[in-house]
């Protein structure tokens, strides 16, 4: 099992105010949003096994088995194996988006502290799923969005001097978003390494270190 997977996973989330998954998950009903304990159990199924091996060797029948559930109750709140992980994702990101993240015409060193501080106290709470989805062996579609989620954040808050507009402007906003991603990754792998507070410290004072804000 990887370093960061706990022998007993955390339940994952509930938000009772979950946004409705669209597109491909047809299985996904309004069962699946009630809080059930057979859906969390096949999603701790399914994320033990996801620890120990890649996805395309999960099968339906091993998380049912390791579950206790039968394949129909599988298939009453997910369309497939990677579904499972979709979900997981989804419910991340939305929790994620939930939080006030929104741009301030004045940003400051403080509120750019403020949101870096929310989204790392909610990444580090999870620490058993995000530390493995954005590890070498996650799924790099999750790496991608949690890069495009800082963004905005990054964006808002590019000192004068970066670029106005235009693709330069978007590479710098990959740079610190790529930076970002990287060190959170690596913070997550060793528990207990560095705590959280000194986390945030580092993250204003070297990844953000040229970014102009004005200290209140």
């Excluded at 996973?9 to 509930?14: A, E, L």
């Excluded at 996801?50 to 298939?75: H, M, N, Q």
């Excluded at 989805?133 to 004068?160: H, T, V, Y």
Aim: glycine fraction near 4%.
């Amino acid at each position: 099992m990887c370093k960061v997977c706990w022998t007993k996973t955390r339940d994952f989330p509930q938000k009772s105010e979950r946004i409705t998954m669209q597109g491909e998950h047809t299985a996904v009903s309004a069962r699946e949003r009630r809080p059930s304990q057979a859906r969390e159990k096949l999603i701790r199924a399914f994320w033990r096994l996801y620890c120990t091996g890649p996805i395309d060797k999960i099968t339906v029948r091993e998380i049912t088995a390791l579950a206790g559930y039968s394949r129909a109750t599988f298939y009453e709140y997910f369309s497939g194996v990677r579904d499972v992980l979709t979900h997981i994702e989804d419910e991340f990101f939305d929790r994620i988006n939930a939080m006030d993240q929104s741009p301030n015409e004045a940003p400051s060193y403080e509120q750019l502290t403020a949101h870096m501080s929310d989204i790392l106290s909610f990444a580090e709470e999870y620490q058993e799923y995000v530390a493995v989805l954005l590890s070498d062996r996650g799924d790099p579609s999750f790496s991608r969005r949690f890069k495009d989620m800082l963004k905005p954040l990054i964006e808002a808050n590019l000192p004068p001097q970066a670029p106005r507009y235009g693709r330069e402007r978007d590479l710098v906003c990959e740079f610190y978003a790529s930076a970002l991603t990287s060190t959170i990754a690596a913070w997550l792998a060793d528990p207990g390494g560095v705590s959280l507070e000194r986390f945030i410290v580092f993250q204003m004072n070297y990844i953000f270190r040229g970014f102009s804000l004005t200290q209140t």
